[in-house]
T-cell receptor, first 111, second 118 residues
């Protein structure tokens, strides 16, 4: 399969807790992006990390990238009920502008 | 930020008919757009890359005669599902690659079109 794998597939946490999602991929990449999708809606871009970067922050989001292990993680700190959504990683392959999406993690934050 | 629209947002059609979905970049020019389909509770599968002024590039397993893509201008790409069948029912999402500079690495997604074929 071309797709990357994300784990866990589903995650349920209490409001205020941190949520960590992992993404593994197979090919060499230029960059990796994380997106959020609310049920039945389009995707919202969260953060982009380039292949020469190891960590990036944006507000309550922290993304890491380990190209030697072909993996990335997304950490959402102090989660809120509004963070409930599906989260996808997408890898930009070297030499193309195409992005391959991971299988996604469905996050549920309980109030 | 960059905005991408899709029309219609929802369409129901009879089996055997054709349906056209439009994808527009509203405030930037997009030489490259992408079409994805997404089944319920699944990830996005890239169907094809739409290039302005040239033929689309289809991913393996996607029937180009069934899913016709036209990228007639720098702000508009269309996907036509021909002779639709119930198994074509899905959520179709387009994206447009940002223009120039850092934006070119970011894809901006449309809100999606839910197609239901009866």
């Amino acid at each position: 399969s071309q797709q990357g794998e994300e784990d866990p597939q589903a995650l349920s946490i209490q409001e205020g807790e941190n949520a960590t999602m992992n993404c593994s991929y197979k090919t060499s990449i230029n960059n990796l992006q994380w997106y959020r999708q609310n049920s039945g809606r389009g995707l919202v871009h969260l953060i982009l990390i380039r292949s020469n970067e190891r960590e990036k922050h944006s507000g309550r989001l922290r993304v890491t990238l380990d190209t030697s292990k072909k993996s990335s993680s997304l950490l959402i700190t102090a989660s809120r009920a509004a963070d409930t959504a599906s989260y996808f990683c997408a890898t930009g392959r070297s030499g193309t502008y195409k992005y391959i999406f991971g299988t996604g993690t469905r996050l549920k934050v309980l109030a | 930020g960059a905005v991408v629209s899709q029309h219609p947002s929802r369409v129901i059609c009879k089996s055997g008919t054709s349906v056209k979905i439009e994808c527009r970049s509203l405030d930037f020019q997009a030489t490259t757009m992408f079409w994805y389909r997404q089944f319920p509770k699944q990830s996005l599968m890239l169907m094809a890359t739409s290039n302005e002024g040239s033929k689309a590039t289809y991913e393996q397993g996607v029937e180009k005669d069934k899913f016709l893509i036209n990228h007639a201008s720098l702000t508009l790409s269309t996907l036509t599902v021909t002779s639709a069948h119930p198994e074509d029912s899905s959520f179709y999402i387009c994206s447009a690659r940002g223009d120039g500079g850092a934006g070119r690495d970011t894809q901006y997604f449309g809100p999606g079109t839910r197609l239901t074929v009866l």
